[in-house]
């Protein structure tokens, strides 16, 4: 599956503040699209299906949610950023109605009748424990598909949120982890060393530069967790867009680029993104960045 290329929007001056709401968006029209091969890979390997009950860490804007319902899946996506659901929830209600809870039109197991993806989905301001139901059966596979590996501690939250998912899951579950490939298989890498250069000034007070991806680096958080791996994969996701503003756009809704922009100014970051993507812009001006990400499989014990 390749990345849609989303064309130029007309925002405010790059030296304006960017408000939480359109940095959502751009997070859900640029960037969260380029790891869709990523979702598509993981679900075509597990057969989500109908008898899946899915439940997602850090589901952002909705897009892996959207992909397992359409498959059939029963989801349920867990976030903090309130901007992200809201935009989660328009996505999940193009397809008919988005339910925020399982407590209409239920089953006797707790899910709601309604055999529509949209009504199939339930999504959770707060943290993994928030994702708990009553009466509900519990979550068959967990997926984490914000990918780790690009920045020095970025795995540090993921290994305790894990530790709250675990219990909503059946015994035997199938956990989910995403990380970074290779730099060397990474165009975007060099894109990201941009940030850890600039945030070098805030470095001593807030750790979180870039740094290359590690082997093990999903294995370790299983560990931390208590799971059992089972298999892995490779997936190629190319990081696509349509202009070098729409690439720069997409990249700082990432969260990736907030060190170096408290420690120097957002439109500093902005132009020196935008020169680090050059090499990467096509004759007709789209950018095309290749891209390996890898995934880990594992199982609750």
Request: aromatic letters at 4%; one cysteine or more; hydrophobic letters at 40%.
């Amino acid at each position: 599956m390749t990345p849609t290329l989303v064309r130029h929007h007309t925002y405010a001056a790059s030296s304006a503040p960017v408000d939480p709401g359109t940095r959502a968006r751009d997070w859900a029209e640029i960037q969260e699209r380029v790891l869709a091969p990523l979702h598509e890979a993981v679900f075509d390997r597990l057969e989500v299906g109908a008898g899946t009950r899915m439940l997602s860490l850090g589901c952002g804007s909705g897009l892996a949610l959207l992909a397992a319902a359409s498959r059939g899946a029963r989801v349920t996506g867990v976030d903090t950023d309130r901007e992200r659901l809201a935009l989660a929830r328009e996505r999940l209600g193009s397809l008919g109605r988005s339910e925020d809870s399982v407590g209409r039109a239920e089953d006797s197991g707790g899910w709601a009748r309604d055999t529509e993806p949209a009504r199939r989905a339930r999504l959770v301001e707060g943290p993994p424990s928030a994702a708990a139901t009553t009466g509900a059966p519990p979550y068959n596979l967990l997926t984490a598909f914000h990918p780790i590996g690009c920045a020095a501690g970025d795995s540090e939250g993921l290994a305790p949120a894990l530790a709250e998912a675990v219990p909503l899951a059946v015994r035997g579950a199938t956990v989910v982890l995403t990380g970074w490939g290779p730099p060397e298989r990474c165009a975007t890498a060099p894109v990201l060393r941009v940030a850890a250069r600039l945030a070098e000034p805030a470095r001593p007070a807030r750790p979180g530069g870039w740094r290359p991806a590690l082997r093990d680096d999903l294995e370790e958080v299983a560990a931390r967790a208590g799971l059992k791996p089972d298999g892995s994969g490779r997936v190629s996701c190319p990081f696509g867009y349509a202009d070098v503003d729409s690439a720069v756009r997409g990249l700082l809704s990432t969260g990736l680029f907030d060190a170096a922009a408290r420690a120097t100014d957002r439109s500093r970051v902005e132009k020196e993104v935008a020169e680090a993507l050059l090499p990467h812009r096509r004759p007709d001006g789209t950018v095309w960045m290749p891209n390996v990400f890898r995934y880990l499989v594992c199982v609750t014990t």
